[in-house]
């Protein structure tokens, strides 16, 4: 009796190849015929897998993973990956934010003498007051007509306020956001409050070491001529104590114990146009001249050169040399 | 009416599990106040998890528990020798978390950490269906998991899991338990 022909064409390759068609087929007749498994567990006649397979209904499993992966792809991988794919780039639609109550920047910045901070009344080096009268003392009657009691000699006070509050307050910038915001410009806020996420900050004001000066008066217009910005440089000499711990309490930076002279010069500004604005700090001044601050030391790994890459980037290089002394 | 359908809270108000996705990524957010002098550091701690993976979470269990309690560099040389999927999840979730210790949590040696937990939870489960006999349907179930770790700086401690008892132990725990026998019709 001929083996049964089924309308399922699937037929192991491997199993034809063996050209055992005797063994592999059962035997009817020979009760006792034992079936040839070839060493593997799998059925000799794989005929009904092929249903079996089909009484399942298929659905799209979705694999996270792989999504997580795509998420976190770098806008060059996702470029190079949609290319490949041949899907059109993506419109974006993140607009660019633009800031209209406070500058980007400072007008004119002043630029601290060299050796102020050694100790002004030996180095010679006496910072009376403004330092370009003439430029200033136009910018203060600008801001005059904006501002009536505006007056350059009481300034430092208000300017002192705003400095100590402002630096008070990030201690717990979650919490003081919304006060934080009214003592600090947009541009001067990402500044302050960088990195200080989940760490404690500990600041504390000791003492003024001379009286706050006021240096540079600015005023200009951004945008359209009406819309009027003032900025006041104020020079700080004071003494702090600053300490900066991990979120695990541990010392990162700094001493609350270890009292540090501090020599600043601050920006403040407003927004003179504008009825209700106030003066807000707006920016630091970091003379060119200035040395690095100490920072928390970290270990880094050494960079290991001796990739293909970097052998490549030689081998160029060398060429290059090459090239330009037989030139 | 049943009771379970009266909310009188929000929904945001739902107390999550730990061993969950939402909740577990919390630990890290967590700020201790400054240690006094004299009292020791304490160690850095960062959470990590990675959720919703196919796998079964059975097999999980095995490898999350194997490497509990070892260093980092360890676990991945012991997860490197073992050819499943799950010693994949593990091993790239563990290294995931060191990099953000190094990187945010001011951990200062990346080989300083050891694994203080390591488990596998439930996840999603999507369905589908399989055609039975006499026009019936079964439900397959497709079962997702979460792995979730948690690093801990410093060398790992000698016993994870509590201490093997020594021959006095021992000896007190038989003691103790011949003691507690009850002898019946005795005095």
New interface residues.
Partial sequence: MPAATHDIGWVDQADRAESKPLLTQPQLGVLWSVQQRNGTNKHYDPKWRKLRAA?????D?????RMRREAAMSPEEQRSKMKKDGQAPPRSFTEREIILACTGAIMEPYEPPKGDSVLSSLSGLNIKGLSDKGKSMNAVRKIKQYEDDFSVSEFPSLAQEIYLEAHALLEDVEKNKDRLHDLVTEKAYPDMVWKLK???F?WKFVESLEPAKVVRVRAGNAISKENMFGQVTVRFHTQQTL?L????????VGSEHLVKDCLEYVVFEKHLSEEYSEWRLHAKIFPDWMEPKNMPL??MKKPDFSGEEYQEVEEDEADDKAVAQTA | MQSRLLHTTPVTCRKLLPSTPQFWPQY????????EPGLP?????ITHH?????YSLRKMWYIAAMIRGMSVDEALKQLSFIERKGSLIAKEAIEDAIDIAVSS??V??RSNLWIADSFATKAIR?K?????ALRGYKI?K?D?IHYFVRLREGRPPKHYFAPPPNGHEKMAEYLQQKRNRRIIKAL
């Fill in positions: 009484k399942v209904i298929k659905i499993l979705p694999n996270y993973q989940n760490k404690t500990r300490a711990y991990d979120r695990f309490g541990r010392l990162m970290k270990t | 890290n957010d967590v700020v201790y106040p400054p240690r550091l304490r160690p850095a701690e990675v959720s919703n993976v196919k949590h001011n200062e040696f999507h589908g269906y399989r055609k039975t397959i497709y997702y």
